[in-house]
């Protein structure tokens, strides 16, 4: 694709709920990463993906938190048993770890809301 | 202790002035470093990256790096109404698995 997409771009859950955030990097992109962003904040780092596998898994918050990717394009992360302090964008970046640059090349984010 | 830190602003300069945003890092192993622009309600995009010490220029743009005071920055001159955003500092951990981003300086350009 021409750039990566998230979905949905808007999530209202309540509270106990489980949610599925996806994201689709871009084409030929083996790097891909999860990050948080709270109202008024900076990007707080939540996972790394090289291809399938994540070797950084450091930022997730809590066991409530997953996240995996499928055949080095796609990943799904759930958040379960949603709580209020989990409300925030989700964004998702993808980048070509062989490039000099590394740019990340962020999707417009999942803005999610816990009743 | 954050990794990453930056001046949280908000900076308010006036149209055609230069803008000069500062970060700071812990990591002594870091070789990458990047800033991000980010408007309200909208991602993060990269505007410079830098890798070696002294000033990189991109038009408008320059980024200057000091790896032995761990410090980066990022000078915009002639400032526009349109620079007015955030600006995230991001700087790639030893190991180059993961960038940590700052918490990010908020730039108010004033026409």
């Known amino acids: 694709g021409a750039g990566v997409s998230q979905s949905p771009s808007n999530k209202v859950t309540e509270k106990g709920k489980d949610v599925e955030l996806r994201c689709d990097p871009i084409?030929?992109?083996?790097?891909l990463y999860w990050y948080r962003q709270r109202l008024g904040q900076g990007l707080e780092f939540l996972i790394y993906?090289?291809?399938?596998?994540?070797?950084?898994k450091s930022g997730l918050p809590s066991d409530r938190f997953s996240a995996e990717r499928t055949g080095e394009s796609v990943s799904t992360l759930t958040i379960q048993r949603t709580q209020q302090e989990d409300s925030a964008v989700y964004l998702c970046?993808?980048?070509?770890?062989?490039?000099?640059?590394?740019?990340?090349?962020f999707g417009p984010g999942t803005r999610l809301t816990v009743l | 202790q954050k990794e990453v830190e930056q001046n949280s602003g908000p900076l308010s300069v006036p149209e055609g002035a230069i803008a000069s945003l500062n970060c700071t890092y812990s990591?002594?192993?870091?070789?990458?470093f990047f800033w991000y622009r980010q408007y309200s309600g909208k991602s993060p995009e990269l505007i410079m990256s830098?890798?070696?010490?002294g000033d990189k220029e991109d038009g408008r743009f320059t980024a200057q790096l000091n790896k032995a005071s761990q410090y980066v920055s990022l000078l915009i001159r002639d400032s526009q109404p349109s620079d007015s955003a955030t600006y995230l500092c991001?700087?790639?951990?030893?190991?180059?698995?993961?960038?940590?981003f700052g918490a990010g300086t908020r730039l108010f350009v004033k026409a």
């Open positions: 970046a993808s980048s070509n770890y062989l490039a000099v640059t590394e740019e990340q090349f």
């Open positions: 084409s030929g992109h083996t790097a």
């Open positions: 993906f090289q291809g399938n596998s994540a070797p950084d």
């Open positions: 990591d002594r192993g870091s070789q990458s």
């Open positions: 830098i890798y070696s010490n």
């Open positions: 991001a700087v790639e951990n030893t190991g180059g698995f993961k960038t940590i």
